[in-house]
């Protein structure tokens, strides 16, 4: 029976002290039995803390010092996440009272820069007096303040120099340029990682062992600024601390290949050599559809090297780190049997005949990344179970997942991470809206986010529309509907993603042997004459599995179910306003090709790429439509 969670940092204590007292015993000063009698302690404690290894160890070739890493690493989190818990269910208790004391942080810290002399931070003392003389904000309110710090101006709009220059996905626009600082990184893994952990464990108890977990991560690559300051994705590597590369099936070596492709096939590889992995993790539940997508296209080369030992010579790397990668895998034939055995069952289900003490799937699957996860559970990772743990963005942390096990995502709003006001969704479009406090809003009722956080925003209209869903006593519990650049709207009508992806599973499901792999729109004004005069309607580009035609009836399918879907939709199409939408099917591999193009345009990492759902630049539109099989 493993010690409790109380035992093992007892029993890690006494060691210490165990240790020093029969070193100062050694000295003299004190009776001789008591180091010997210590020293048995000593020895009783590190039995007890290595049997509580060995009950959570899976696996083989691990190190004592990587195993034991691994195990106080999980000890200190387990520790963190149960305390701030804690904190959180406190908070939610009084959430005006914290939200205040968040924001009055915020304008304390940078009362003394260019801009909070401007606004007078000083003098606030309280939510009325900010709202008062404060104006809502966009990105362009900011543009040229951080041009300033990435000049190397300082105390311009945040106290401290930024860590990175932060990039958005450009979901709905143009990446933006945000500032990243020590505080929102902490408040990250205090509010959010260590919260959804202590969720995590509670909900899915198995995950409380000592298995590797595939991290699916690819290496940002960062410029400098005119001040020498990173720009680039806000996330960080698992090989910027050593002991955090004790939880993960890839070697250090793997984080210094940014090829995206390359670094896949090695997190494959290494993934393939060890049947124990626990946990399939990465941002965004996009990352390991896509992941396993090339496994079903190159395991026979990933076998191939596990049988011999090897690192395909397809790989563009670097001598010193093939080097590298090759002095930590060696010839396992046995592993690369089973693994053939495995995929030739097929891809249904693989996830768990590969590693059979697969836990969980650690990523967003809320969103745009919906589709991918309802894929993964479908296929690959048949019998697996989901976790969605953050809802989060380049900002700041938003929310927390608390409720792993429930289907439907939703996510507590973290009263100390931001000061949050909410605009009602009837309001968004007025020249003055007024704002929601969080013990203001209404269940049922749908908000725009408008947040003051800690690194220079305020104010400020992150484009995301909420809808409460409930509370977790005075805190509200929100669920992500859409971007507010994402909304079709060809005539005012402002569809949703939420209610068009409704539409369309709806009208998938009756398409017989048809499965949905990925999917945008454009609204026809950007095609201009590439389609021909008509009147405006919706340009749908479908990749389908199953299937290599629609007949013009299964297409007329989609608009019926949107029309039943949105009565706004509905009535524009009866009155002849809007046209039938026209859906097209691309290529296979057309959305991959896409990806591509849209993070080399923007910038974005793999690791925080969202996939658009509706399309504002015409060359994507028109790549799309070059490619269009039917």
Request: with cysteine.
């Amino acid at each position: 029976m493993a010690v409790s969670w109380f035992g093992v940092p007892i029993s890690v204590c006494w060691t210490a002290i165990s240790i020093a007292v029969a070193f100062l015993g050694h000295a003299g000063g004190m009776p001789a039995t008591l180091p010997a009698a210590l020293g048995v302690g000593s020895l009783v404690s590190m039995a007890l803390i290595w049997r509580d290894v060995s009950s959570k160890m899976k696996g083989e070739h691990r190190t004592a010092a990587g195993l034991l890493g691994q195990y106080l690493a999980t000890k200190a989190v387990g520790w963190i996440g149960r305390r701030q818990r804690r904190k959180l269910e406190a908070d939610t208790l009084h959430v005006r009272r914290v939200q205040e004391e968040t924001l009055l942080k915020r304008l304390r810290r940078n009362q003394d820069t260019s801009y909070g002399k401007q606004f007078d931070f000083k003098s606030i003392s309280d939510t009325d007096a900010f709202r008062a003389r404060h104006p809502i904000t966009t990105y362009e309110h900011y543009r040229e303040l951080i041009g300033r710090v990435a000049a190397g101006e300082e105390k311009v709009i945040i106290s401290e120099k930024p860590l990175i220059l932060a990039m958005t996905s450009g979901t709905s626009g143009a990446s933006a340029m945000l500032l990243s600082t020590k505080d929102t990184n902490s408040e990250f893994f205090m509010q959010g990682v260590a919260v959804c952990l202590d969720a995590m464990r509670q909900a899915f108890p198995s995950t409380d062992s000592l298995q590797r977990t595939t991290k699916f991560f690819y290496t940002p690559t960062f410029r400098q600024s005119e001040a020498g300051i990173p720009i680039g994705p806000n996330s960080s590597t698992p090989a910027s601390s050593r002991s955090m590369l004790n939880l993960y099936t890839s070697p250090a070596p793997v984080y210094e290949v940014t090829r995206e492709r390359d670094a896949l096939y090695l997190h494959l590889l290494f993934a393939l050599k060890d049947p124990s992995v626990g946990t399939l993790e990465s941002n965004f539940a996009a990352t390991i559809f896509y992941a396993f997508s090339a496994l079903q296209e190159r395991w026979q080369e990933l076998v191939e090297d596990i049988e011999k030992g090897t690192v395909s010579r397809s790989l563009a790397l670097e001598d010193e780190v093939r080097h590298k990668l090759e002095a930590v895998i060696s010839p396992d034939p046995n592993r690369a049997a089973e693994l053939r055995a495995h995929f030739s069952l097929g891809p249904r289900g693989i996830a768990k005949r590969l590693w059979p003490h697969l836990h969980l799937v650690l990523a967003v699957d809320s969103g745009s990344n919906q589709i991918y996860g309802e894929m993964l559970r479908e296929g690959f990772c048949q019998g697996v179970p989901f976790y969605s743990p953050f809802y989060a963005a380049t900002e700041g942390l938003i929310g927390v997942n608390l409720w792993p096990l429930q289907q439907k995502r939703c996510y507590l709003l973290c009263p100390r991470s931001m000061f949050c006001e909410f605009l009602p969704e009837k309001s968004l479009d007025q020249d003055a809206p007024q704002t929601l406090l969080m013990d203001e809003v209404e269940e049922g009722g749908s908000y725009e986010l408008v947040v003051t956080n800690a690194s220079g925003l305020f104010r400020y209209r992150i484009g995301d529309v909420v809808k409460v869903v409930g509370f977790h006593n005075q805190c509200p519990i929100v669920e992500f509907q859409y971007r507010r650049g994402q909304l079709l709207s060809v005539r005012g009508e402002k569809v949703s993603e939420a209610v068009f992806l409704a539409a369309l599973k709806k009208s998938v499901a009756l398409w017989p042997g048809c499965q949905l792999v990925d999917y945008c729109c454009a609204e026809s004004g950007i095609l201009g004459d590439s389609i021909g005069g008509s009147d405006p309607h919706y340009q749908v580009f479908l990749e389908l599995r199953g299937v290599r035609n629609l007949t013009e009836e299964q297409r007329y399918k989609l608009d019926i179910c949107l029309q039943q879907d949105s009565a706004v939709y509905k009535s524009f199409r009866i009155k002849g306003s809007i046209g039938p939408m026209r859906v097209q099917l691309v290529a296979e591999g057309a959305f991959k090709e896409l990806r591509k193009k849209m993070m080399d345009f923007s910038g974005t990492s793999p690791n925080t790429f969202k996939m658009q759902r509706v399309l504002r630049r015409r060359e994507y539109a028109d790549f799309l439509l070059g490619k269009t099989v039917s």
